[in-house]
């Protein structure tokens, strides 16, 4: 009774061993994709950090314009659109690495 007891931990433990290396083998590369994936990340967060930081500066010459301090910008409704469509690519890339 005993030995088979012992038979069927020894069974496991040898399970466990073999998963165990398999795991330490798979380790460098999930390491690798980590960073990779890190990377990512910060190269999203840096460039919605510029759109933003473009949407202030460009909602900041606006207030002047329409209060009146500086005269002369001109802001065609196509650059308008076009800086929004290109503030919700950033956020779509964002999603997709964060998400997909």
Same mark, same amino acid.
């Given at each position: ?72 910008? !001109?802001? *065609?409704?196509? /650059?308008? &659109?076009? #800086? =929004? +469509?290109?503030? !919700?690519? *950033?956020?779509? /890339?964002? &999603?997709? #690495? =964060? +998400?997909?």
């Amino acid at each position: 009774m005993l030995q088979k007891e012992r038979a069927e931990l020894a069974k496991i433990a040898d399970k466990a061993n073999k998963t165990l290396e398999v795991l330490k083998a798979k380790e460098p590369e999930m390491v690798s994709s980590i960073k990779v994936c890190r990377e990512k990340l910060d190269e999203a967060k840096s460039s919605l950090q510029n759109v933003a930081t473009r949407s202030k500066v460009l909602s900041g010459l606006l207030k002047q314009r329409d209060s009146g301090r500086i005269r002369g910008i !001109f802001v *065609s409704f196509f /650059l308008i &659109f076009f #800086f =929004f +469509f290109f503030l !919700f690519l *950033s956020c779509l /890339l964002l &999603f997709v #690495f =964060f +998400f997909l």
